[in-house]
């Protein structure tokens, strides 16, 4: 996990292309759960290059996107920012694709289908792994 000073919270980027979704998340992430989030990317190429800036203690990422989808910039992401976890967060639910997802270093994924508590219950889990 990336340094953080004692007490402050989890940093986090978030990465959907669609502005309400990353709004939504921005609000019930970052100020109703105590998290700090850092940046917003709209693709996977511009998630590429906040991740490898900010080296957040998170990511939420999307699959399917213009640009680099979330499966393509993965390997980029976890180069430029190993420290960070990464939760995949999409609708996509082709099998294959969630296993090229876990190879290429995401450490959870959750479908936009579920609850967003479900969501916020993998982050919490996801960062307290050891």
């Known amino acids: 996990m990336s340094a953080r000073a004692e007490g402050a919270p989890p940093s986090v980027l978030v990465v959907d292309d669609s502005p309400d979704v990353r709004g939504l998340l921005t609000t019930r992430i970052g100020l109703d759960n105590d998290y700090e989030i850092v940046d917003e990317a709209c693709d ?19 699959v399917m996107m213009p640009v680099l989808s979330g499966v393509e910039a993965l390997p980029a992401i976890v180069r430029g920012s190993p420290d960070s976890k990464i939760v995949v967060y999409s609708a996509f639910t082709d099998d294959l694709a969630l296993e090229q997802i ?17 969501l916020l219950l993998t982050m919490h889990q996801v960062l307290n792994t050891v």
């Open 44 to 62: 996977g190429a511009e998630a590429i290059a906040l991740a490898t800036q900010h080296k957040p203690d998170l990511i939420i990422l999307d």
């Open 102 to 118: 876990y190879e290429a270093g995401a450490h959870a994924v959750v479908n936009k289908a579920a609850p967003l508590e479900h």
